[in-house]
């Protein structure tokens, strides 16, 4: 596979809620989840500076809760945030519409459950003549749940990379990333993610 063209991929959000997770969920590492949210939110503020186009999705909001602030926060002003009900981002009208309104034939998915609704997600965007990548550090699930839902991706020729990696296909000569570190210094990294 070649390396992830900017101008043609759009980042998926899927399901980052505040009570996605209640606190009575005691399978669930409260350190990886937060990790978790803050490298997405970092992707985000990346695929924001580089006018990537981002899709985040609710499942069951009355539920679940909204995006959490961390995300939130920091979503482009053209970000499309739309309620899920199916556990496959295909299998909702509304948000396979927006995924097509960007334009973009490359998917990058990040959020969670990774064995579930991110599974579900790129294994239907795939069939559908999507290229994806799943983003395994910006990816979750509690227990061995996460590795099984990657296990599962990796067999079905689903790509998966890391925060690191993805932020180095996005921009790919040591001039651009010094000039991006320069331009954005704002941006502090997430937890485990060197550049």
């Known amino acids: 596979m070649p390396l992830i063209d900017r101008d043609d991929c759009a980042l998926v959000i899927?399901?980052?809620?505040?009570?996605?997770?209640?606190?009575?969920?005691l399978d669930v590492d409260r350190q990886r989840f937060h990790d978790m949210v803050r490298r997405i939110a970092w992707i985000t503020s990346v695929a924001d500076r580089l006018e990537i186009p981002?899709?985040?999705?609710?499942?069951?909001?009355?539920?679940s809760g909204h995006t959490v602030p961390e995300i939130r926060e920091v979503l482009p002003a053209k970000a499309v945030?739309?309620?899920?009900?199916?556990?496959?981002?295909?299998?909702?009208?509304?948000?396979?519409?927006?995924?097509e309104?960007?334009?973009?034939?490359?998917?990058?998915?990040?959020?969670?459950?990774?064995?579930?609704?991110?599974?579900?997600?790129?294994?239907?965007m795939h069939h559908a003549g999507k290229r994806v990548v799943v983003v395994d550090d910006a990816a979750y699930s509690p227990g061995q749940a996460h590795e099984?839902?990657?296990?599962?991706l990796v067999g079905r020729g689903i790509e998966t990379l890391s925060t690191k990696e993805l932020f180095y296909d996005w921009v790919r000569t040591i001039q651009d990333a010094?000039?991006?570190?320069?331009?954005?210094a704002d941006l502090t990294l997430p937890p485990g993610v060197r550049l």
């Open 14 to 25: 899927i399901d980052v809620q505040t009570d996605f997770y209640p606190p009575h969920r």
């Open 54 to 63: 981002v899709v985040v999705t609710e499942e069951d909001p009355a539920a």
């Open 81 to 99: 945030t739309l309620p899920k009900n199916a556990f496959a981002v295909w299998d909702n009208p509304d948000i396979a519409a927006a995924v």
């Open 101 to 124: 309104a960007t334009g973009r034939t490359t998917m990058i998915l990040a959020g969670i459950e990774t064995d579930i609704c991110v599974a579900h997600s790129a294994i239907r």
């Open 148 to 152: 099984r839902g990657l296990r599962r």
């Open 178 to 184: 010094d000039a991006f570190h320069d331009t954005h």
